[in-house]
């Protein structure tokens, strides 16, 4: 039982002993810091928000342009 606590004890400063590979970002939708579990957005709102302009055909990403012959 103390070794169960002394383990937990362990596993929480570890935790906070951890040095993150790469700063925080603002979140492209709302700005607010980015989150490690939704990185690049702050939460999982905000990234099913941008998951979702991606569906709908919002966001386009420009191709070559085409020729009159290949139209």
Known sequence: MVEDKQAK???AE???NVTPLRAPV????CGKPSQRAFYPFCSN?????????WL???YILP?????????
């Open 9 to 11: 004890v362990k596993t």
């Open 14 to 16: 570890a935790k906070d």
């Open 26 to 29: 603002k979140c492209p939708e």
């Open 45 to 53: 709102r905000c990234r099913s928000l941008d998951l979702n302009r």
């Open 56 to 58: 709908s055909g919002r």
């Open 63 to 71: 191709g070559p342009k085409l020729d009159e012959e290949e139209e």
